[in-house]
């Protein structure tokens, strides 16, 4: 399929590298940058911190435990919206791959790095997400986003123009992690006691996006944010840590949660589209990255979501009259496209979904 074909579900304005700003030492964050919004505070990381639920794929899968680690899974997914994928099968070798091939276009010099540069109104390529105005306040961190499936989605052009062996290795993990994707949405499937034939119908054929994160050290980490706290507005966001530095952090009984990630394990998170099929039993939890003044932080968090044509809602196998749909059915194309026309905000999103009670026609399909 032709490049003029794809889907261009929105852009962002461009903006300077952050990476190329501490490139020369800096002692003041530039104001732009500066972020006196993000409250509450941290939990301190010496404190003795509410436990991330772990989840151990092999067990999703043999006979004798898995009602145990399915009904894990439905706890973390209702009270925390995040856990540790742990035994999930992946190749070791491949996530080091993986790995290496992203830092290693992240210590390309920025000219080479601008051959990627993001076009206007499209989001794939390199440089910042959600920038639609020159007056907002800005993220401490670069990215390269790409699309890698359906692969007729994909802007070859950008893609081509990666080199050989990062190109094969985006290939294997991309494939490995839709597969993951959809082996842990029918364990979801089961956990919520929904017909398994409707999340497989739901996100058949789905649309796999990764965004590659690179927080620079900044001098000041306690004035700015690397990632501004939202919830992802797909099915499952799986990431996976780069490097040994840490920065996510979760919001949780209004604080927010340092998270440690476990050695060979990926970080899990339902999005807002799961919420909206479970019709509220499961949450998208909002969740931002910091920064530190020491040391480098990377990441890349692989999205998976439903197909862009499809249209989705609150499963009908979990609704009825007892339990009416709490949201509006629209199109994967429809509600990525709004997502990405504004700033991050919270669990904005998912609230645009909600159907008033009495106001409107649970059955609107608009």
Known sequence: MESSQLEILGGSLPVPSVQELVREPIVTVPCRYIRLDQ?????????????????????LFQGESLPSELEKLHSACKHWGFFQLVNHGVSYSLIEKTKYEIQ???KLPLVE??????????????????????????DWADLFYLVLLPTHQRNSTLFESLSPSFREILEAYSLELKKLAVAVLKMIAKALEMDTEEMREMFEDGYQGMRMNYYPPCPQPEKVVGLTPH????????????????????????MWVPVKPLPNAFIVNVGDVVEIISNGAYHSVEHRATVNSVKERLSI????????????????????????????????????????????KGKSQVETMKIARGLENPGNTC
């Open 104 to 106: 290693n276009f992240f």
């Open 39 to 59: 409250h509450p505070p941290a939990i301190s990381a010496t404190a003795n911190l509410p436990s991330l639920p772990n989840i151990d794929m092999q067990r």
């Open 113 to 138: 790095k601008k051959r990627f540069s993001q076009q206007p109104d499209d989001q794939q390529g390199y440089g910042q997400a959600f920038v639609v105005s020159e007056e907002q306040k800005l």
């Open 301 to 344: 968090a692989t999205f998976y979501s439903p197909n862009l044509k499809t249209q989705f809602g609150p499963a009908r196998s979990l609704t009825n009259l007892e339990n009416p749909p709490l949201f509006r059915r629209k199109t994967m194309e429809a509600f990525l496209k709004d997502f990405f026309s504004k700033e991050l």
């Open 231 to 254: 919830s992802d507005p797909g099915g499952l966001t799986i990431l996976l840590q780069v490097n040994e530095a840490q920065g996510l952090e979760i919001r949780n009984n209004g």
